[in-house]
Nanobody, 127 residues
């Protein structure tokens, strides 16, 4: 079973930056599409970013486009989320998710049946 472990969350002032990491315990990491989601207090979990298995395709929620960047290092089995120009409304627990690329069925990542999740890392942006 693939395990995902997020890190890099913390407290930052508005306008600041954070870089989240998600390490996967699998030798076949390159076979997985990866995504980031977040859940704010009292809210439903929402899609943030997607990066394809090879890193060549990315997509973002409109709310983070131009501020967040997803990347990955397949040699280190790790995916990253660089978050710049953070806003208080970015405060949430951030989760990474993995899905085998063979499961895509041409569905956007956020609409797939995702079964592999990390435990989350808390990001708090103060105003």
């Amino acid at each position: 079973q693939v395990q995902l472990v997020e890190s890099g969350g913390g407290l930052v002032q508005a306008g600041g930056s954070l870089r989240l990491s998600c390490a996967a315990s699998t030798r076949t990491f390159r076979m997985y599409d990866m995504g980031w989601f977040r859940q704010a207090p009292g809210e439903e979990r929402e899609f943030v970013a997607f990066i394809s298995w090879g890193g060549g395709v990315t997509s973002y929620a409109d709310s983070v486009k131009g501020r967040f960047t997803a990347s990955r290092d397949n040699a280190k089995n790790t995916v990253f989320l660089q978050m710049n120009s953070l806003k208080p409304e970015d405060t949430a627990v951030y989760y990474c998710a993995a899905d085998p690329k063979a499961n895509s069925d041409d569905l956007p990542f956020e609409y797939r049946r995702l079964e592999l999740w990390g435990q989350g890392t808390l990001v708090t942006v103060s105003s």
